[in-house]
């Protein structure tokens, strides 16, 4: 089953005070824009609520966002509106991740942080099932890296025709076939050693500064690269570029690199 598939579950679409609404405990992006929430305001309010959110129904009466805070936001300080058009699904907390996860990795102003961020937490959630791999790690990033990064190992080891222990197998045997088929799964389907060679990397080796801005200005991969490029070659015009309230998508600053 898709991981983005949440119609084969009990659902049903009604006006929900916003007062009423608690927040996402799954929000996979770190930052707003308040300009662009004040122009979604004013759409909507002109408008009315293209998609509506998505939300769970909680046991004392209220609701949990799952999917679209930048929309409840934008009608909760942009709009008079006292109430918002959402779906009501019946999910348990594993479904009700993936749900909201999966809906941010498929929009298209989220950052390339954002994005491998939302992934990450998918893939958490799903191997969380498996026993043990919860010890892996601390956090979702640490415990994925780790996982994707052993197996990437053994893989080459195997390649070069080395000495693989019978321990490795086992890892291998144990997580390997299942990562391929969430890999395969997911909104925007990749390989896993392509996510851990081309995407992961951005939030292992980027330093913090370069990762805030990237989510500011909503960058690519692509411009998040060269931005720590450029961090390292000159401060001074890091600084100078990301104080500014928007990148362009092919900066001039992308030629002193």
């Known amino acids: 089953m898709p991981l983005t598939d949440h119609k ?9 005070d916003i007062d009423k609404i608690d927040p996402s405990s799954f929000q ?15 759409s909507i309010a002109a408008d009315g609520l293209i998609e509506p959110i998505i939300l769970r129904p909680q046991k004392n009466g209220r609701f949990e966002l799952i999917a679209g805070e930048r929309r409840l936001r934008a009608v909760r300080e ?23 996860n999966s809906e941010n990795i498929l929009r298209q102003d989220l950052s390339a942080i954002e994005s491998i961020e939302a992934t990450i937490k998918i893939i958490d959630v799903e191997m969380g099932k498996e026993p043990g791999y919860l010890t892996v790690g601390k956090t979702p990033l640490e415990r994925v890296h780790k996982i994707l990064s052993k197996l990437d190992s053994i893989r080459r080891s195997r ?12 890892l291998s045997n144990k997580y390997v076939g299942q990562l391929e088929s969430i890999f395969k799964n997911l909104p925007k389907p990749l390989k896993w050693q392509s996510f851990l060679l081309h995407d992961l990397v951005l939030l292992t080796d980027i330093p913090s500064k370069v990762q805030k801005a990237s989510v500011k200005h909503s960058l690519n991969k692509a411009q998040t690269k060269a931005l720590a490029q450029l961090e390292q070659v000159s401060d001074k015009v890091f600084h100078d570029v990301t104080r500014k309230n928007y990148i362009p998508q092919t900066p001039s600053w992308f030629s002193i690199i």
């Open 159 to 170: 390649e070069r025709g080395s000495v693989v222990l019978e321990t490795e197998n086992d």
């Open 8 to 16: 084969n579950h009990p659902y049903s679409f009604c006006r929900i």
């Open 28 to 42: 996979s992006r770190r930052y707003f824009d308040e300009n662009s929430l004040r122009e979604l305001g004013a």
């Open 78 to 100: 942009y709009t008079d509106m006292d109430d918002i058009q959402a779906k009501i699904v019946e999910v348990d907390d594993l479904k009700a991740r993936r749900i909201s």
